[in-house]
């Protein structure tokens, strides 16, 4: 385990679940993802707003659109990397920080949780 300042010990195995998640969809529209990771739709457009003021390109974020689709889309692989590097694995300072990992953190559990869910079931993730 790891410590950042201010904030509570990371588990590396989390990190390392997610970064072998394998997802059944190259892409997934925006409200897909959202009910994949479990967050909402106004955290979603806050981390893009924040990106988006910092500099950022959204296609860091996994994010584009796709011809023909009426909403978002997003490279799942790009959006758990930039989740870890930008929400989870950050030193934190002020308590909007500490809530704000928080909750990153609950939406790569969740993702991870959900994977274990259809394994007990017997659904296989490719």
Request: glycine share 6%.
């Amino acid at each position: 385990m790891r410590s950042l300042k201010g904030a509570e010990p990371i588990h590396e195995q989390l990190e390392l679940e997610l970064k072998s998640y394998q997802f059944t969809k190259p892409y997934y529209k925006q409200s897909e993802l959202l009910a994949l990771v479990s967050i909402s739709n106004t955290t979603l457009k806050r981390y893009m707003e924040e990106w988006s003021n910092k500099g950022g390109d959204l296609g860091d974020m996994g994010h584009f659109y796709l011809k023909g689709c009426k909403e978002a889309c997003f490279v799942p692989r790009l959006f758990i990397s930039w989740l870890i590097a930008n929400k989870i694995n950050i030193a934190t300072t002020y308590d909007y920080e500490v809530a704000e990992r928080r909750k990153a953190i609950a939406a790569a559990s969740a993702l991870i949780q959900s994977k274990q869910k259809q394994q007990q079931k017997g659904l296989h993730i490719i």
